[in-house]
């Protein structure tokens, strides 16, 4: 029904502004958050602790799903293992509240709705922030946690406008213009520059050497990034799949540390199960970056990677038991899970290489002439597609780890250097592999032509 009403409805409804829009995306959150944490709390019901204190909780939980470090009892040592689970739902609805907040916005204020919204959603976090630093199993640090969410907020509300809101495309325009090329992000019919503008672009592309303006040509439009997700959804599904497979194989370590964790008791079983969801992704991560090669850390010096691992004491968790506790040489059947992404890019750049009409005309030094890419434009789209996957890979780990406490539980997550083993996995396999599925699909093409003159011919 919100869909059917007209701009100037929204506007005179009252709370239907961006503030009140990340005010209700924040406290979304919180209640998603805060639910499950009252009923292990309704559950175990300890007598040395209150409502508040199960509340304080379930906030400091919230923000630590921002990026926020948190402060834990006793000690005061540091937590700052971020529960993707939940930061990808706090995302999601600040999305979609930014995306509302773009569609309702006038033209040229997008950007002022995308701030109106974090400033909605900061006065929630900003209470919730000071009501947590006090006395808890999980104490808030206010002046971070508030900036991690800030952070988070104005990201995820800019995604959510970007889709349908003119000023990113205006202001895509203008940078392209003044650089001249955006090489992973051509230009479109529906984006033109201004005439004086792409006069510039092509006056400061002429200037430029002959190598870089070959290496600056654009890449194919809505080819590169889709192939980074594809590539990226493999590696996290080939994650799972080693978690699942861990699982299988260690049923009686996770059972000792369910049962001496918990105790017997169904609100700790609960709580063991509902932590275990909440950092399922980090978890999926780390296993991704066991199969890329570098392998993950689990406190100090010890690192687990396929086919070695150095294992001190781990905490009682469930899912970190999962850890091999020594190498061996089946456990690089891993490295299939990488070998897997780069052959779906590689598959998937091979086809839309070989597709008639799929490349971009280039204005300075040459072009594809709106027919199958060249040899040089696959390999460039290939290896652009290998750095963005790197990236992401390394974003994601970085994200996916952080600090248990002090000294050598400082260091949990995927090392470092799993971005670079990303990119040379996908280098030395979908660079040749997208040519060689190029090759042959435009064997397959011709032939189905020939065939289809000789048939012509005999008639």
Wanted: glycine letters at 12%; proline letters at 7%.
């Amino acid at each position: 029904m919100t869909q059917l009403l007209t701009e100037r409805q929204l506007r005179a409804r009252p709370g239907g502004g961006p503030a009140a829009a990340g005010a209700t995306a924040a406290l979304l959150g919180l209640a998603a958050t805060g639910v499950p944490v009252l009923c292990c709390w309704l559950l175990s019901a300890p007598p040395q602790d209150g409502v508040l204190d199960a509340a304080r909780l379930a906030g400091a939980v919230w923000l630590l799903a921002h990026g926020g470090p948190l402060l834990r009892e006793p000690g005061g040592a540091p937590l700052s293992i971020t529960p993707l689970a939940l930061t990808a739902a706090c995302v999601l609805l600040i999305a979609r509240a930014g995306a509302r907040a773009a569609a309702q916005a006038p033209p040229g204020r997008t950007a002022a709705a995308c701030g109106a919204l974090c400033a909605g959603y900061l006065a929630v976090a900003l209470p919730v922030a000071l009501g947590c630093r006090g006395a808890g199993a999980l104490r808030a640090q206010p002046l971070p946690d508030l900036l991690a969410a800030a952070a988070l907020a104005w990201s995820a509300a800019c995604l959510g406008a970007r889709g349908g809101a003119a000023w990113w495309r205006a202001f895509r325009s203008r940078l392209v213009g003044r650089l001249g090329r955006w090489p992973l992000a051509p230009r479109s019919a529906a984006v033109q520059e201004e005439p004086e503008e792409a006069d510039e672009a092509e006056e400061v592309a002429r200037r430029l050497p002959a190598w870089l303006r070959r290496c600056c040509r654009p890449l194919p439009a809505g080819v590169v990034l889709p192939t980074v997700g594809a590539g990226l959804l493999v590696l996290l599904a080939g994650g799972v799949l080693l978690l699942a497979v861990a699982a299988a194989l260690r049923p009686v370590a996770i059972e000792v540390v369910v049962r001496e964790v918990a105790a017997g008791s169904l609100a700790g079983q609960l709580g063991l199960l509902l932590c275990c969801l909440l950092v399922l992704p980090n978890a999926a991560l780390w296993a991704v970056g066991y199969a890329l090669g570098p392998g993950f850390w689990l406190g100090g010096d010890s690192l687990v990677a396929a086919g070695r691992a150095h294992l001190g004491a781990v905490p009682d968790f469930p899912l970190l038991v999962l850890a091999p506790e020594a190498g061996s040489a089946w456990q690089h059947l891993a490295q299939a899970v990488p070998v897997l992404a780069a052959l779906t890019v590689a598959a998937l750049l091979g086809r839309a290489a070989a597709a008639a009409g799929t490349a971009p005309a280039d204005t300075v030094g040459g072009t594809d002439a709106d027919g199958p890419w060249s040899n040089a434009t696959t390999a460039r789209t290939a290896a652009a597609v290998a750095l963005l996957l790197a990236a992401a890979v390394a974003v994601a780990g970085w994200l996916a780890g952080g600090a248990l406490g002090a000294g050598r539980m400082a260091r949990l997550g995927p090392a470092a250097a799993c971005g670079p083993a990303a990119a040379v996995w996908c280098l030395l396999l979908a660079v040749p592999g997208a040519l060689a599925v190029r090759w042959w699909s435009l064997r397959r093409a011709r032939a189905g032509e020939a065939d289809g003159e000789w048939a012509a011919a005999g008639r």
